[in-house]
Every structure is written in structure tokens, then in C-alpha cells.
């Protein structure tokens, strides 16, 4: 959990995007309660954990094209992480 969150706040520094912190802020709620939710399923912490991991690969070879579609995977898993977790719709 505390790996993801700093995972998170570097890609956030590194970006140097002045609008994706305030979006990120407005959403934080949301964030840490999927977190907590979802964390307690082990298949997607593995897959979340794969995700990053595309998402790092990238970033070092300074490949944005190939971060660009690693993060969109990461977040293709994440929309299936709340079904699968079975988050109410009104908490989204």
C-alpha cells in the first residue's frame, strides 16, 4: 500500500504537470479508498504490481508512447478493480 503511494508521488514530481496534482487532490478520496478496498484481493495487487512494473520499464527507457499505453492498461485494470471489488457506484 505505502509502495503504491510512493510509486504514485514520484511519477507525479517527475512529471512536473501543474494540473495532475490539483486533479489527483480532488480525486484523493476516491483513491485511498480503492486502495484499502482492492487491497485486500490478492490477484489485483498482482496485477497492480504488473502494472507498475510496465509502467517503470517505460518510463527508463524514457519511452512515452510505450508509458502512455502501460498506464492505459493500468488503468483499464483499476475500472475492473471496482467491479471486482464491488464498490457501490455512488462512492465513485
Not at 485511498?32 to 527507457?61: C, F, W
Amino acid at each position: 500500500f505505502e509502495l503504491d503511494i510512493q510509486l504514485h508521488d514520484m511519477i507525479l514530481k517527475a512529471s512536473k504537470n501543474r494540473i495532475l496534482p490539483v486533479f489527483l487532490q480532488s480525486i484523493n478520496k476516491l483513491t485511498v479508498m480503492m486502495r484499502e478496498k482492492t487491497n485486500s484481493y490478492p490477484a489485483i495487487r498482482t496485477n497492480t504490481v504488473k502494472d507498475h512494473e510496465g509502467i517503470l520499464v517505460a518510463l527508463q527507457r524514457r519511452d512515452p508512447d510505450g508509458a502512455a499505453e502501460a498506464m492505459r492498461l493500468h488503468l483499464s485494470h483499476v475500472e475492473d478493480s471496482f467491479v471486482a471489488a464491488d464498490l457501490p457506484e455512488e462512492q465513485v
